[in-house]
């Protein structure tokens, strides 16, 4: 996939805010609230529409929601109403003649659509996440993040509990990464040989574009046994199985995986400042001299509000101990593991802070 330079993305992403600004403008400031609050809507009716395979039989094609309700044993004038507001939020089409159709965004919530967004829907709408959101008050109270105190263990233990969840998380995540890896891959002058090391990267999405855009590198994808189950199939699928293999290790206690260039993507900002010190140290203790880590996420700036990083900055205070964080902190965090900082690139999508092993 070509990747549209940063300098786009970013100005993209500044017209549409701008735009929005200038609609909330034109209507009453009470408008803002009924708007909002149909997000509740929309996401319920998201999670509604999955549970009962609801856009299923809308693949390819119109039908009326009579059809759809005699082909899913549901309630016909209810599946009606469901899919004119899954319309209201651009999911679906009504024509006038009481047909359904699925829209471009729609099609996304189809199981087998190769960019399906169904396991995220399925994640944010999951008990386990909501129950953090839920304890939001608390932690404005007292800081503590708010799944650990809802429920008495962190995100990852609840995972390992719940092998399904922890299945359908991983495969989630390959969904999202798979979604800024082209950026990444084509902001970083990554090295055309050596081995390249993706610390805490679930199935390997983030490495097996690396590897199948340097033909001559070698990879290693460490992380805990859940997701390395499925791993091996999926480095396999994108073909880079044979210079690929992985090594179940764990953040904190070390582990073994000599390489040129470590990646952690999205996994400092699950941890809080003192847990990434820690991994930070554990790659540091795995890495020869000389050699690079790529923190890859999105940059939260302290004095900037902007969507989507200031949200999920907040999706970390309800489902983990971390938080999004600035070059300026990531490279400190960094710096108190043994390393100096490097480049910072903005891909426009995700951040690249790069961080060199001291001698
Ligand atoms: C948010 S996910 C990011 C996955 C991947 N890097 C990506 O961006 O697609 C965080 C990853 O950290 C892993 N993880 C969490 N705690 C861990 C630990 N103690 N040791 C090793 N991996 C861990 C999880 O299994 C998960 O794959």
């Known amino acids: 996939m070509r990747t549209p330079p940063p300098a786009v993305v970013r100005t993209i992403q500044r017209l549409g805010a701008a735009l929005q600004r200038a609609a909330g403008a034109l209507q009453p400031p009470q408008a803002r609230f009924l708007e909002v609050s149909g997000g509740v809507a929309a996401v319920l009716l998201l999670r509604?529409?999955?549970?009962?395979?609801?856009?299923?039989?809308?693949?390819?094609?119109?039908?009326?929601?009579?059809?759809?309700?005699?082909?899913?044993?549901?309630?016909?004038?209810?599946?009606?109403?469901?899919?004119?507001?899954?319309?209201?939020?651009?999911?679906?089409?009504?024509?006038?003649?009481?047909?359904?159709?699925?829209?471009?965004?729609?099609?996304?919530?189809?199981?087998?659509?190769?960019?399906?967004?169904a396991g995220w829907i399925r994640y944010v709408t999951s008990d386990a996440n909501l129950a953090g959101w839920?304890?939001?008050?608390?932690?404005?109270?007292?800081?503590?993040?708010?799944?650990?105190?809802?429920?008495?263990?962190?995100?990852?233990?609840?995972?390992?509990?719940?092998?399904?969840?922890?299945?359908?998380?991983?495969?989630?995540?390959?969904?999202?990464?798979?979604l800024s890896a082209p950026f990444i891959v084509a902001a970083y002058p990554w090295p055309a040989a050596g081995t390249v090391c993706d610390v805490g990267g679930g199935t390997g999405a983030m490495l097996a574009e690396v590897l199948r855009a340097r033909p001559a590198l070698d990879g290693v994808l460490v992380d805990q046994a859940g997701p390395l189950a499925s791993a091996g199939e999926y480095l396999a699928s994108r073909g880079v199985a044979g210079r690929a293999r992985t090594v179940e290790g764990d953040l904190f206690a070390g582990f073994d995986a000599e390489a040129d260039l470590y990646l952690l993507k999205?996994?400092?900002?699950d941890w809080d400042d003192d847990q990434c010190r820690a991994i930070l140290a554990s790659v540091r203790a795995a890495a020869p001299a000389g050699a690079r880590v790529l923190v890859l996420e999105w940059l939260q700036e302290p004095n900037v509000a902007s969507f989507p990083v200031s949200v999920s900055d907040l999706m970390m205070l309800a489902q983990t101990e971390g938080?999004?964080?600035?070059?300026?902190?990531?490279?400190?965090?960094?710096?108190?593991?043994?390393?100096?900082?490097?480049?910072?690139?903005?891909?426009?999508?995700y951040g690249i802070v790069e961080l060199v092993a001291a001698g």
Request: glycine share 12%; proline share 5%; net charge neutral.
């Open 323 to 349: 938080r999004q964080r600035s070059p300026a902190e990531l490279q400190a965090l960094g710096a108190a593991a043994g390393f100096a900082p490097g480049r910072v690139i903005d891909t426009g999508v």
């Open 134 to 178: 839920r304890r939001l008050p608390e932690s404005l109270r007292d800081g503590r993040p708010a799944f650990n105190a809802a429920t008495g263990r962190s995100i990852w233990e609840h995972l390992a509990e719940h092998p399904e969840e922890e299945a359908g998380f991983a495969r989630t995540m390959r969904e999202l990464t798979l």
């Open 48 to 117: 509604a529409a999955l549970e009962t395979r609801l856009v299923e039989p809308l693949a390819g094609r119109r039908a009326t929601a009579g059809e759809v309700a005699g082909e899913l044993g549901l309630h016909a004038d209810t599946v009606h109403r469901v899919l004119r507001g899954l319309a209201v939020y651009g999911v679906t089409r009504l024509g006038r003649d009481g047909r359904f159709a699925l829209t471009r965004v729609g099609e996304l919530l189809l199981e087998g659509h190769p960019h399906s967004m």
């Open 266 to 269: 999205d996994v400092l900002h």
